[in-house]
Each structure stands twice: as C-alpha cells, then as structure tokens.
C-alpha cells in the first residue's frame, strides 16, 4: 500500500504560497522528503497527518481519500512531529500506557504487552520508570517513535527527527528508523542530507513549495559520475569562478575555499574529478543545474 499525492497546493492567509502543484508517488518502505527549512516539508506533513487541508489536490494511502476520510488515516497514521510536548513529571511507561488508551487499547493486559514491546523496541525498556523531564533529546524522540508506533501504523510521519540530537543520539536514533520501513510507508522529513543517504531508497527534494526531484539516492548519484569536479581556490577567486562554472556548493577547508562545480567535460584548470555524493545531487537541483541536466539520456532516470 503506497501514498499517492496528485497536484497539491497550499496559500496561508498570509499569502505564502507553501506548495506548489506537488506530485509524489511513495511506495512502502523509507522515503526522504528532503529540503531547507521554510521548503514546505513540514506543510505536507501536517497535511498528510489530517492537521490541515489542501487548496487544491488529491491524497490517498492505497484506497483511503485522505482529505475526506480523515478518521480512517487517523486509524492507521503515526505522526512524530517536530515539537511535540511531554509531561515532564510523568514516567516513560504511564505516559505511554496512557496513550495506548487514547488510541484505543482498552484490554490492560494487550495494552501491557503492547507498551512493553515498544519501550523494548526504541532502546527505553531500562529506563521506563524514569520521569520524562530527565531525558534527554534523543531520549524523547525515541519516545515519540514509540508513541506513534502506537497500533500498527501503515503511515509514519517523522518531521526533522535528528535536528539537534548528538552524533551518538542521532546514530542510535537513525538505527531505530532502519527498521521501521520494512512494513508501512515511512517519510523522513529533514535538511540533514546525510540521514536520507544513510536511510532512504526514495526521495524526493523541494523547495519553495515545489518538488525540484524524485530519485533513487543511488542512481541519482550514479547519474553523476563523472560530472562534478573540485577546486580547492581563495575566497577573493570565488566571485569570477561563479561567472565561468555551475557552482553547485563552496565550503571551507583548512582556511580556503573548496568549490564543486557540475560540468559534462573537464572545467579547466585545477579542478579534479570527484565521486558524486547525495550532498552533490542536492545541491544540484537547489542551484538549478539539472535543468540541463535532464535533458541527459543518464539522467532520465532522476528527472522524472
């Protein structure tokens, strides 16, 4: 059972234009919905969740209209937002337990058993007993995953889960993820480009509202073998590389500048092949490059 988005729209009130004509296929398993922030990532997602409706456009999980039969996604949806509250005085254990209720678990002992086997599944078994206050950000979003693994979710939303977790929470948490996807359609909503190469088979990149992409990580890298190259050059340089090349991303390293620049043929001098990586295909749709792009027989099978 996949999620199929046909031609969705969003204008606030304000007048911002949040998205824009968006268009996805997403099969069963973990697909990345990757952006900056303001990209209208976390606008789907509550979309998505039932929290708000389109303008214009059509939703369905399988055979579910998602904007009419609110009730039945709620059934099966599970939605770890991007701030969601705790009681900080309540333990792991109670504050799930009582979800499980909300949700519907009304039998003590399948409540029981249910409840167990998530604190066991997200790595808080040990500390079950411990008030929520005390835990930490990983902790709390582990808690989150266990909350809206809450019966059986053929959808889980997980909306910038790693911003602002440590190296070894974001580690423990991304290994939770991975196998969550093996059953149901998860969406990873990020910017941290590295979680949806570590993660995801499908992807799709946006921005302003608008769908830039829809990939496979690894054949949209493959389909850049041999067509970024990098400079390692002086601050004051970058200005005139930027009128000759596509720059498609500058960062520093050791002091200077280090350039990738997408190309068909060697850029000129200095510059070195690289291998592509996801942060290349990011950047490259960001900064427009696969307009051209596209219009390559490798490319065909990104440019969708």
């Not at 996604?73 to 109670?94: C, D, I, M, N």
């Not at 910017?191 to 769908?211: K, P, R, S, Y």
């Amino acid at each position: 059972m996949g999620l199929s988005i046909r031609n969705v729209s969003k204008r606030y009130a304000n007048g911002v234009q949040a998205l824009q004509n968006v268009t996805l296929s997403i099969p069963p398993g973990m697909y990345g919905l990757l952006g900056p922030n303001g990209a209208g990532k976390s606008t789907l997602m509550r979309t998505l969740a039932t929290l708000q409706e389109p303008d214009e456009g059509q939703l369905f999980l399988g055979d579910i209209d998602v904007v009419n039969q609110k009730e039945a996604v709620r059934q099966t949806l599970g939605y770890l937002p991007q701030e969601f509250g705790v009681y900080p005085k309540a333990s792991a254990e109670e504050l799930l337990d009582y979800f499980a209720v909300l949700k519907g678990l009304t039998n003590r002992a399948l409540r029981k058993e249910t409840t167990e086997a998530l604190l066991k599944q997200t790595n808080l078994w040990d500390k079950r007993k411990q008030k929520l206050g005390g835990f930490s950000g990983g902790m709390k979003q582990r808690f989150g995953v266990a909350v809206a693994l809450l019966g059986n979710p053929r959808l889980l939303i997980v909306d910038e889960p790693t911003a602002g977790l440590d190296p070894a929470e974001r580690v423990r948490f991304l290994n939770l993820l991975s196998e969550l996807g093996e059953n149901s359609v998860v969406i990873l909503s990020t910017h941290i480009v590295a979680d949806v190469a570590e993660l995801c088979t499908n992807m799709a990149i946006i921005n302003q509202g608008q769908i830039l992409l829809e990939a496979e990580p690894l054949e949209a890298v493959a389909a850049l073998k041999g067509r970024i190259w990098r400079k390692l050059t002086d601050k004051h340089t970058l200005p005139a590389l930027e009128q000759e090349h596509q720059i498609i991303s500058a960062k520093l390293l050791s002091g200077r500048t280090l350039v990738h620049v997408y190309s068909p043929d060697r850029p000129g001098s200095g510059f070195e092949p690289v291998e592509p990586d996801l942060e290349d295909v990011y950047f490259g749709a960001m900064t427009g490059c696969f307009d051209a792009f596209s219009q390559q027989p490798q490319a065909e099978s990104i440019a969708r």
